[in-house]
């Protein structure tokens, strides 16, 4: 399993292959997760798409903006998430990286 269906990863909105673990507090790029992976939690995507009207899945490359589609894409396996990490942080990490 790997970090794009884990609660902690926050995809890049360009390059959801590239996200921001809160875990670590650091960018990461996709991979086959780590110890504290955690799967992703059905019930905050929910919230998602009930509180901000979408989510997004990457798998798909697509929003979803219904509890039925939400259905449909968790059921299938697909890596969603109810957010995008900040850009700021991965500029800063870039920078930092140099
Ligand atoms: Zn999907």
């Known amino acids: 399993m790997s970090c794009l269906t884990c609660k902690?990863?926050?995809?890049?909105a360009l390059y959801p292959y590239v996200g921001y673990c809160k875990e670590e507090k650091s960018v990461?790029?996709?991979?086959?997760?780590?110890e504290r992976?955690?799967?992703?939690?059905?019930?905050s995507?929910?919230?998602?798409v009930v509180e901000a009207g979408w989510v997004y899945c990457?798998?798909?490359r697509e929003p979803i903006y219904s509890l039925?589609?939400?259905d449909r894409h968790f059921?299938?396996?697909?890596?969603?998430?109810?957010?995008?990490m900040d850009d700021q942080v991965s500029?800063?990490?870039s920078h930092a990286a140099d």
């Open 8 to 12: 902690h990863y926050e995809p890049h």
């Open 91 to 93: 500029l800063e990490e």
């Open 75 to 84: 059921s299938g396996g697909h890596a969603v998430v109810s957010g995008f």
């Open 58 to 60: 990457i798998t798909c």
């Open 68 to 70: 039925e589609d939400l």
């Open 28 to 34: 990461v790029l996709d991979r086959e997760g780590c």
């Open 37 to 43: 992976r955690s799967n992703l939690d059905y019930a």
């Open 45 to 48: 995507l929910k919230g998602g």
